[in-house]
Nanobody, 127 residues
Framework: QVQLVESGGGLVQAGGSLRLSCVVS????????MGWFRQAPGKEREFVAA?????????KYVGSVKGRFTISRENAKNTVYLQMNSLKPEDTAVYHC???????????????????WGQGTQVTVSS
């Protein structure tokens, strides 16, 4: 059974940086495309970033984080990362990583396309 465990969240001032990590266990990591989503209080979960299953593969971002966030993966470590720079108060949310079995080498950017979810890690950005 594939499991995802996120870490790296915390409290940071606006303009600061955090790096989230998501470790995958119980499956062959390189078979999965990965994504990061976030959910703020009172809002629906939204797509943040995605990466195809190869290390150095294609990526996709929601417009509000382009140029500030970078998704990457290390298949040798079964880990996907989300480097978040120039953080803003509106980035405050619980961040979840997600995995989907992939045969095409593409990225996925909707909730329904992902099969496996982590519990999430809280990111709070103070103004």
């Amino acid at each position: 059974q594939v499991q995802l465990v996120e870490s790296g969240g915390g409290l940071v001032q606006a303009g600061g940086s955090l790096r989230l990590s998501c470790v995958v266990s119980g499956g062959t990591f390189s078979n999965y495309a990965m994504g990061w989503f976030r959910q703020a209080p009172g809002k629906e979960r939204e797509f943040v970033a995605a990466i195809s299953r190869r290390s150095g593969g294609s990526t996709k971002y929601v417009g509000s984080v382009k140029g500030r966030f970078t998704i990457s993966r290390e298949n040798a470590k079964n880990t996907v990362y989300l480097q978040m720079n120039s953080l803003k108060p509106e980035d405050t949310a619980v961040y979840h990583c997600a995995a989907t079995r992939d045969y095409s080498g593409i990225t996925y950017n909707t909730n329904d396309e992902y099969e496996i979810w982590g519990q999430g890690t809280q990111v709070t950005v103070s103004s």
